[in-house]
């Protein structure tokens, strides 16, 4: 064939350009061989054209040469369904401080396989989830290296090796005995996520929560139980926070979730910013008489919490007397006068199936702390609280000790066979708020209650005014007793509910109380508002209630 000398001119050029293509796909290559290498020889990295990799990490592989090796941006894929023995450490990276720094480790399974974003995963899905275990005794199957951050779990399995393994804590966030807040760990998601022990093994913790920014979001937390010690599903005392924790559910024998209960090494630090929303949070009664039980939610340290639209229950007295929802301050031992629980919001919730419902200590009584101060409990259902079937005394609300202020109780339903509001003798607080609620009797201090009992707690710094109190019988004495502004009735059915209170606790239209409010609505709480919740929080990921 023959060319003429334009095309012979243009000949050269294309072969440079031929040659440049190949030798940019050999760089590439052998730079993907090289990280295949730099994570173990089962393991690949795929570039994109952005420079984030996609990371995958097969059975048999070192995930921890993938935690290593990986760069902010990168996506570390594990095989679903196979099995990695830690502990693992999430590593320190240096990065911007943006959300360009984050490193997701999940599993290798389609998107379309698991529950959408924002949704709960549940244990049927544990055969699409990689599982990372702690290899045997007092080991954890994941640990946080100082100032690690910007980790992101997405459909990852947690658990111990088996159930002779009896693990501390199984997700190990902070060491606990740093000394300043930049040292910790932060920005750390676990996002459907299956953490949990065995039916008949047992654990203290599942996730210790010892960092700055940390969420734990559309997870499932089961079997975290002990025998004579503590055991919760989630408890930090040593982190800052901000502290996210949504859509979850919930299992732990002593205290499903807490905060505080070991002084902090971090001089003035009260874990802080914590939104707890939208959680099922739940013990099994085939726990009753086996593992040792406190409580569904304490809070011994903590401020500027949000409690908000959850489903707390099944709480018994074992351990101690069966209170549902527990705030108080303690400086546990001895080093951290600066412990307080303040400014909390308790709203929206159910609260059912329990010996007694929310206790309140204004300050701790063994060592110094800081005074309680600030707390809303409004619009939440306490219903089931009843000492014949759970233990305890079956109130509503408790306060004790003195020095507690601003304390709010509005708009709350509480169906309980104990009092609406009891007060130890010398509790003291200033400024309390006691409206639009329906209660049981009484409300009292020591052997006094009404009026008087309340101008002992709070001199003339109270309000109780327009609840719908349950008084059983002798109106007349309830009525010269307690204060004016308030309904008195001698039984619950009395107050109008529409299906008569049958777990069901709506007040009808013609029910005299319906307006009877401050707010000109329905005393009590909003019953359709808690219905959806219970609803939405007890939802499997198909779409069923539980």
């Known amino acids: 064939m023959i060319r003429s000398r334009n095309e012979r001119r243009l000949s050269l050029p294309v072969l440079l350009l031929v040659g440049s293509l190949v030798a940019v796909g050999l760089i590439v290559a052998l730079?993907?061989?090289?990280?295949?290498?730099?994570?173990?020889?089962?393991?690949?990295?795929?570039?994109?054209?952005?420079?984030?990799?996609?990371?995958?990490?097969?059975?048999?592989?070192?995930?921890?040469?993938?935690?290593?090796a990986a760069q902010p941006g990168d996506t570390i894929l594990l095989e679903a369904g196979a099995t990695y023995v830690g502990p693992f450490t999430l590593p320190y990276k240096a990065g911007t401080g943006t959300d360009a720094d984050?490193?997701?480790?999940?599993?290798?399974?389609?998107?379309?396989?698991?529950?959408?974003a924002g949704e709960r995963i549940t244990p049927a899905y544990a055969s699409l989830l990689p599982k990372l275990v702690a290899s045997g005794n007092r080991t954890k199957s994941l640990q946080a290296a100082a100032r690690a951050h910007h980790y992101r779990f997405i459909g990852v399995e947690f658990a111990p090796r088996d159930a002779t393994a009896e693990v501390n804590n199984l997700i190990w966030l902070g060491e606990a005995n740093e000394t300043s807040v930049e040292q910790l760990p932060h920005h750390l998601v676990f996002d459907r996520c299956y953490i949990h022990g065995y039916p008949n093994g047992q654990m203290r913790r599942a996730v210790a929560l010892n960092s700055a920014e940390t969420s734990i979001i559309n997870s499932y937390?089961?079997?975290?139980?002990?025998?004579?010690?503590?055991?919760?599903?989630?408890?930090?005392?040593?982190?800052?926070?901000?502290?996210?924790?949504?859509?979850?559910?919930?299992?732990?024998?002593?205290?499903?979730?807490?905060?505080?209960?070991?002084?902090?090494?971090?001089?003035?630090?009260?874990?802080?910013?914590?939104?707890?929303?939208?959680?099922?949070?739940?013990?099994?009664l085939s726990w009753r008489g086996v593992w040792t039980v406190k409580n569904l939610l304490e809070l011994k340290n903590a401020q500027r919490v949000r409690i908000i639209g959850n489903l707390f229950e099944y709480n018994w007295s074992d351990a101690q007397s069966g209170t549902a929802i527990v705030f108080t301050p303690r400086n546990q031992d001895g080093r951290a006068p600066w412990s307080v629980v303040s400014d909390v919001v308790f709203e929206s919730n159910v609260v059912r199936h329990s010996g007694n419902g929310l206790d309140i200590l204004a300050q701790d009584y063994l060592h110094p702390s800081r005074p309680t101060h600030n707390i809303t409990v409004k619009n939440n259902l306490f219903y089931d609280i009843d000492p014949a079937r759970w233990g305890g005394q079956g109130y509503a609300f408790h306060l004790s000790k003195d020095g507690?202020?601003?304390?709010?109780y509005i708009h709350n339903t509480a169906v309980t066979a104990g009092g609406g509001l009891l007060c130890d003798d010398g509790t003291a607080v200033?400024?309390?708020?006691?409206?639009?609620?329906?209660?049981?009797?009484?409300?009292?201090?020591?052997?006094d209650a009404g009026t008087k009992a309340l101008d002992k707690l709070a001199g003339s710094t109270w309000q109780m005014r327009h609840n719908a109190i349950v008084v059983d019988s002798g109106l007349g004495y309830w009525r010269s007793a307690y204060p004016a502004e308030n309904a008195y009735v001698e039984s619950y059915s009395q107050i109008g509910f529409e299906s008569g209170g049958s777990d069901d606790y709506k007040l009808s239209a013609t029910s005299r109380l319906v307006r009877y409010a401050t707010d000109r609505k329905a005393v009590g709480c909003d019953y359709e508002q808690l219905r959806e919740i219970v609803k939405e929080v007890t939802k499997t990921s198909d779409g069923r209630s539980a």
């Open 31 to 68: 730079a993907q061989e090289r990280a295949r290498r730099a994570l173990g020889g089962n393991n690949s990295a795929q570039v994109s054209r952005h420079g984030a990799r996609a990371i995958e990490v097969r059975a048999g592989s070192s995930l921890q040469q993938a935690l290593e």
């Open 102 to 116: 984050w490193i997701t480790v999940r599993t290798s399974a389609a998107d379309g396989s698991l529950p959408p």
């Open 221 to 284: 937390i089961s079997d975290i139980k002990y025998k004579g010690e503590d055991a919760q599903a989630i408890c930090g005392w040593n982190g800052p926070g901000p502290f996210h924790i949504i859509n979850n559910y919930l299992e732990g024998s002593t205290e499903n979730i807490l905060f505080g209960g070991s002084d902090p090494s971090i001089s003035n630090l009260v874990p802080s910013d914590i939104e707890i929303r939208g959680n099922l949070v739940s013990k099994p």
């Open 404 to 408: 507690a202020s601003e304390i709010s």
């Open 430 to 447: 200033k400024n309390i708020t006691i409206i639009d609620n329906i209660l049981h009797y009484h409300v009292g201090l020591g052997a």
